[in-house]
T-cell receptor, first 115, second 113 residues
Framework: AQSVTQLGSHVSVSEGALVLLRCNYS??????LFWYVQYPNQGLQLLLK??????LVKGINGFEAEFKKSETSFHLTKPSAHMSDAAEYFC?????????????FGTGTRLQVTL | NAGVTQTPKFRVLKTGQSMTLLCAQD?????MYWYRQDPGMGLRLIHY???????AKGEVPDGYNVSRLKKQNFLLGLESAAPSQTSVYFC????????????FGQGTRLTVV
């Protein structure tokens, strides 16, 4: 079975600082990887996804992630944090054969942005 | 454009009571899912459906039942609620594609006392 590990349940950065949220996966087949964001009292929304091709993926709100097969990682970064980035972030892997798109989520990382 | 709508948003149940959570989507998606979110555990898949009239078990199906009588609706039932089912429940839907974005509802916060 595929799995996702997110290192650090809480990350705190200053406004304007680099954001780095870590995600490692395990998969016996080429993975499809996702980052979702959850703002307080809301559902999840897609930030970005990696399927095939370019390993550096750009998403919404200035976020990007790099797929590194040798490190089985898909870390999320943003060069300069903004107060509005405070949220919980989930890394996920798509499992299942064929067209099934069940997502297996990591445990989440709560990002705090301070002045 | 409503997207995915969950009803109700909040509910408090007594142990042993039953209830049904309703999920409705207006995007004509084939796939629908029910997840539960618990602190420190992320989201875990309860049940899912790949089309009208079909359902399948996810990672944590015990204590729950589901039905998908209409393509746009996916119901999650708790026949006899237990405190361990206190959680936030999310419904999601997607098209038939392993790399498709899943669209989530805003969640139902359920407390079982």
């Amino acid at each position: 079975a595929q799995s996702v590990t997110q290192l650090g349940s809480h990350v705190s950065v200053s406004e304007g600082a680099l954001v780095l949220l870590r995600c490692n996966y395990s998969s016996s087949v080429p993975p499809y990887l996702f980052w979702y964001v959850q703002y307080p009292n809301q559902g999840l929304q897609l930030l970005l996804k990696y399927t095939t091709g370019a390993t550096l993926v750009k998403g919404i709100n200035g976020f990007e992630a790099e797929f590194k097969k040798s490190e089985t990682s898909f870390h999320l970064t943003k060069p300069s944090a903004h107060m509005s980035d405070a949220a919980e972030y989930f890394c996920a892997v798509s499992e299942g054969a064929g067209t099934a798109s069940k997502l297996t989520f990591g445990t989440g990382t709560r990002l705090q942005v301070t002045l | 454009n409503a997207g995915v709508t969950q009803t109700p948003k909040f509910r408090v149940l007594k142990t042993g009571q039953s209830m049904t959570l309703l999920c409705a989507q207006d995007m004509n998606h084939e796939y629908m899912y029910w997840y539960r979110q618990d602190p420190g555990m992320g989201l875990r898949l309860i049940h899912y459906s790949v089309g009208e009239g079909t359902t399948a078990k996810g990672e944590v199906p015990d204590g729950y039942n589901v039905s998908r009588l209409k393509k746009q609706n996916f119901l999650l039932g708790l026949e006899s609620a237990a405190p361990s089912q206190t959680s936030v429940y999310f419904c999601a839907s997607s098209i038939i594609d392993r790399v498709a974005e899943a669209f989530f509802g805003q969640g139902t916060r359920l407390t079982v006392v």
